[in-house]
């Protein structure tokens, strides 16, 4: 059972009205509580089962100008007033910063939408572990050239978020997260491969049956077997659903406040014109019932909203948290701590459409590394998949690099796919670009 919220909200309460009469002039707190379970088998055997209780309380101060932050798992009133008093010292010996401090209070949200995310899961841990190791065994089942296995995992997860300032505001709400994650290896006389697949939910009567999940990490690793490299050459490329995000995230960090601050991005200075193709268009919609990235408010404390960040190509609007806002002289957007589910709008073809229309080229499923340089936009990750011809999968690929340039790449993206990805915080189908250069021998 979580902690009673109105308990959870007197201490939150206690610590703002605390920090002020030790000499806060402002002051922001937030609790996280949460109870979890996890299972891992191996080979049909019991690999590790945690239960966790976790607890957290954080303060920011500030003192005209100053900031200072501690935090601690001890709620006692012993424990809060040393950790007030921790980030007070800490505020005293800070510098000096003209932007730090509370978001308007105008700003801040007043009616709390119920977007469905609190579904806790009463299953046991013998249940739980009974499901991974059914979900294992059938991955095994599904072919016979699946000869080992990382493991199956099942984990349930139940929490409360809340924050509160003194511009008298404190509001939280619960959520739920819920996983089944199988990762097997496969094996022939050309070698041995790994992959595997999961589902996650807010709920976990709506996760992907067991024998979806099995069979799906059984296709996806069994598929990798005889992969072959390839030489080098520029042709179009398909990102699968789940590693097109990435793709977006580089977006995300490109137009978020901090980097633009900094002057480190390759999209500095680029509001209203044109970044994407013409057809495409991206969202952030943080109120979607049951989806992962929902949140009614910000850790700032200010309301979420849906809004268009790109419109037919075009940049719209930046992503600012209440800080990097003053730092740039603009008003916050509601995405201190990152976006809402950020949604790329889907076209009209799914995965096998868009590899018959592509006839030739390279289907990304998987990527390796970080080779992105977010000042230039260079881009270049290794990564693994299969090459396409006439329109079919013709064999598959590992141990190769994928190059581009992002401004090139956004401008170049000749479709997003129906087969949006739900299981993250970037709803996003897979995405063909018009040309790439790729190599590996």
Same mark, same amino acid.
């Given at each position: 059972?979580?902690? &009673? ?22 002051? =922001?707190a937030?609790? $996280? ?25 954080s ?5 005209? *100008? ?5 935090? @601690? ?8 007033? &040393? ?20 978001? !308007? ?20 841990? =013998? ?21 080992n ?19 008298d505001?404190? &509001?939280g ?26 589902t ?5 009567n ?8 099995? #069979? =799906? ?10 992969? +072959? ?33 900094? +002057? ?25 019932? #049951? ?9 700032d ?11 037919? $190509? ?7 948290? /209440? ?8 008003? @916050?957007? $509601? ?11 889907? *076209?009209?073809?799914?995965?096998? =459409? ?6 030739? /080229? ?13 000042? @230039? ?13 006439? $329109? ?8 190769? @690099?994928?190059?581009? &340039?992002l ?11 129906? !087969? ?22």
């Amino acid at each position: 059972m979580l902690d &009673n919220e109105d308990n959870l909200k007197n201490i939150i309460d206690f610590v703002l009205t605390g920090s002020k009469k030790m000499g806060a002039t402002a002051a =922001e707190a937030d609790i $996280g509580v949460g109870i979890g379970l996890s299972a891992n088998v191996r080979k049909g055997q019991i690999d590790k089962l945690e239960y966790e209780r976790e607890k957290g309380l954080s303060v920011t101060l500030y003192i005209d *100008g100053k900031k200072g932050s501690a935090s @601690t798992s001890d709620f006692s009133d012993t424990a809060l007033k &040393n950790t007030m008093e921790a980030a007070i010292n800490i505020a005293k010996h800070s510098s000096h910063d003209q932007h730090a401090g509370l978001v !308007d209070k105008k700003f801040m949200a007043k009616d709390i939408p119920d977007l469905d995310l609190y579904h806790p899961s009463l299953i046991s841990a =013998e249940e739980a572990i009974e499901l991974a190791i059914k979900c294992e065994k059938s991955a095994f089942e599904h072919d016979d050239r699946i000869s080992n296995s990382d493991g199956s995992i099942v984990s349930t997860y139940s929490g409360i978020n809340l924050y509160g300032n003194s511009n008298d505001f404190i &509001n939280g709400w619960r959520w739920s997260n819920h996983m089944i994650d199988c990762t097997v290896i496969a094996e022939d006389k050309s070698g041995m491969q790994r992959d595997g697949w999961y589902t996650k939910s807010c709920d976990f009567n709506e996760l992907e049956s067991i024998k979806h999940i099995s #069979k =799906e990490a059984a296709r996806r690793t069994v598929g990798r077997l005889g992969a +072959r490299k390839l030489g080098t050459s520029e042709v179009p490329v398909i990102f699968e659903a789940p590693v097109a995000s990435g793709l977006f995230s580089a977006f995300i960090t490109a137009i978020s406040g901090s980097s633009l601050y900094r +002057r480190a991005s390759f999209l500095l200075d680029k509001k209203g014109e044109e970044v994407f193709a013409n057809h495409v268009n991206i969202s952030e919609n943080p109120h979607l019932k #049951k989806a992962l990235g929902s949140a009614p408010f910000d850790n700032d404390g200010v309301a979420t909203k849906e809004r268009c960040l790109i419109e037919n $190509g075009v940049l719209k609007d930046y992503v600012l948290s /209440g800080y990097s806002a003053r730092k740039l002289g603009l008003e @916050t957007t $509601g995405n201190a701590g990152g976006v809402h589910n950020l949604t790329i709008d889907a *076209g009209e073809n799914n995965l096998s =459409e868009m590899i018959k229309n592509m006839n030739n /080229g390279l289907l990304i499923t998987d990527m390796i590394g970080f080779g992105i340089n977010q000042i @230039t936009g260079d881009y270049s990750r290794g990564a693994s998949g299969f090459w396409i011809e006439n $329109g079919e999968i013709a064999f598959p690929v590992e141990e190769i @690099t994928v190059a581009g &340039n992002l401004i090139d790449m956004y401008k170049n993206i000749i479709c997003v796919g129906n !087969d949006v990805d739900k299981r993250g915080n970037i709803l996003t189908g897979s995405v063909m670009i018009d040309k790439m250069v790729i190599a590996g021998k």
